[in-house]
């Protein structure tokens, strides 16, 4: 439970670098530290999906890791993690529907 909350923490982490980068101006980005934090990002993902996270019973963990996976869908949608895990994505969607997750929700 606490690993996999850590490494949920981890893509929030990562996404939020990407982000922040991003707002920067153009000529004052670096490309390089973009690409590594959004490979971070999807090596993260693809550990956790090889797991049964829908088997998983609610928990810090779970919890963290429904909040980052929206985090990166929401901020970062050129990360198309969807397609390469759709039982990742199926969970995500279930657990999206949460009344925590959807008064929490943010506005495009």
Same mark, same amino acid.
């Given at each position: 439970?606490?690993? /996999?909350?850590?490494?949920?923490?981890?893509?929030?982490?990562?996404?939020?670098?990407? #982000?922040?980068? %991003? *707002?920067?101006?153009?000529?004052?980005?670096?490309?390089?530290?973009?690409?590594?934090?959004? =490979?971070?990002?999807?090596?993260?993902?693809?550990?956790?999906? =090889?797991?049964?996270?829908?088997?998983?019973? /609610? @928990?810090?963990?779970?919890?963290? $890791?429904?909040?980052? /996976?929206?985090? #990166?869908?929401?901020? $970062? &949608?050129?990360?198309?993690?969807?397609?390469?895990? &759709?039982?990742? =994505?199926?969970?995500?969607?279930?657990? @999206?529907? *949460?009344?925590?997750? /959807? %008064?929490?929700?943010?506005?495009?």
């Amino acid at each position: 439970m606490l690993a /996999l909350a850590a490494m949920a923490e981890g893509i929030i982490d990562s996404a939020v670098t990407v #982000v922040q980068e %991003k *707002r920067r101006p153009e000529g004052n980005q670096y490309p390089a530290w973009i690409e590594r934090k959004e =490979a971070a990002i999807v090596r993260t993902i693809e550990k956790i999906a =090889a797991a049964p996270v829908e088997q998983m019973p /609610l @928990s810090i963990g779970t919890l963290t $890791l429904g909040v980052a /996976l929206a985090y #990166v869908s929401f901020r $970062l &949608p050129h990360i198309d993690w969807r397609k390469s895990y &759709p039982a990742l =994505a199926a969970w995500l969607d279930m657990i @999206s529907q *949460r009344e925590s997750f /959807l %008064k929490t929700q943010p506005q495009p």
